[in-house]
């Protein structure tokens, strides 16, 4: 699922190394706990994943395209048809109604659409926000009239449509109390398993680790759980 070459990556040409990886490699289906202190570059690896940011050496690669070899449009449809991204601001478009949020991906990507359910986008988002525990009430609601905690859900139900390959959630537990984080990490955890979705999270709450099949910690990349 992913391939990463020995790579190395710093925001401006000339600057010095923000973040040095080894090789690595994640199966298909696999869970993936990433965590680290404050600006070590867990965000940055997670843009280097989607393919929106480029190493200035190595490779990473996802179901064996390396994104560096295809063109800015080309990463775009590629990343549409194989990436689901839970931002830890959520990104939701605060004029659409819940609903429209979700479906938005399979606007994009074709492939997405396809693996709706035989009823439609619409169908299939609905489906995922039940998974989420929305209440149906909500779900024609503009997403900027949601509470924080709602605005989550509808974040996760997004990235899950279409069941893309990879899903990568920043933070997915960040703007939520201690006694809903168990809940949401549950939902989204069963959610990408029963998708066939490989997930990279990203989070400051270690209690979490353990329940992911390989944990990698930054900024000096080291692996634990399974062999990846």
Same mark, same amino acid.
């Given at each position: 699922m992913i391939d990463i070459e020995p790579l190395r990556f710093a925001w401006t040409r000339g600057g010095p190394d923000t973040l040095v990886l080894g090789r690595m490699q994640v199966d298909r289906g696999q869970t993936v706990f990433l965590h680290g202190p404050s600006g070590c570059g867990k965000s940055t690896l997670l843009g280097l994943l989607a393919g929106v940011l480029s190493p200035r050496q190595g490779r990473v690669s996802l179901l064996g395209q390396d994104w560096a070899a295809l063109k800015a449009g080309q990463r775009d449809a590629f990343r549409a048809d194989h990436v689901g991204? @839970?931002?830890?601001q959520f990104n939701l478009l605060p004029y659409?109604?819940?609903?429209?949020n979700v479906t938005l991906p399979c606007r994009f990507s074709a492939l997405r659409r396809e693996r709706c359910q035989a009823d439609g986008p619409e /169908?299939?988002?609905?489906?995922?926000l039940q998974r989420m525990g929305l209440p149906e009430g909500l779900w024609a609601r503009r997403a900027d009239t949601l509470s924080v905690g709602q605005?989550?859900? @509808?974040?996760?139900?997004? /990235? %899950? =449509?279409?069941?893309?390959?990879? =899903?990568?959630a920043d933070e997915p537990t960040s703007a939520l109390d201690a006694a809903l984080r168990q809940d949401?990490?549950?939902?989204?955890?069963?959610?990408?398993?029963?998708?066939?979705?490989? %997930? @990279?999270?990203?989070?400051?709450d270690e209690q979490q680790a353990l329940r992911f099949d390989v944990q990698w910690s930054l900024p000096t990349l080291q692996q634990t759980g399974e062999s990846a």
């Open positions: 991204v @839970v931002f830890q659409l109604s819940v609903l429209d /169908a299939s988002a609905q489906t995922w605005q989550q859900r @509808v974040a996760a139900a997004r /990235a %899950l =449509i279409g069941q893309p390959e990879l =899903i990568l949401f990490m549950d939902l989204l955890l069963q959610a990408a398993r029963d998708a066939g979705s490989t %997930l @990279v999270c990203v989070s400051h």
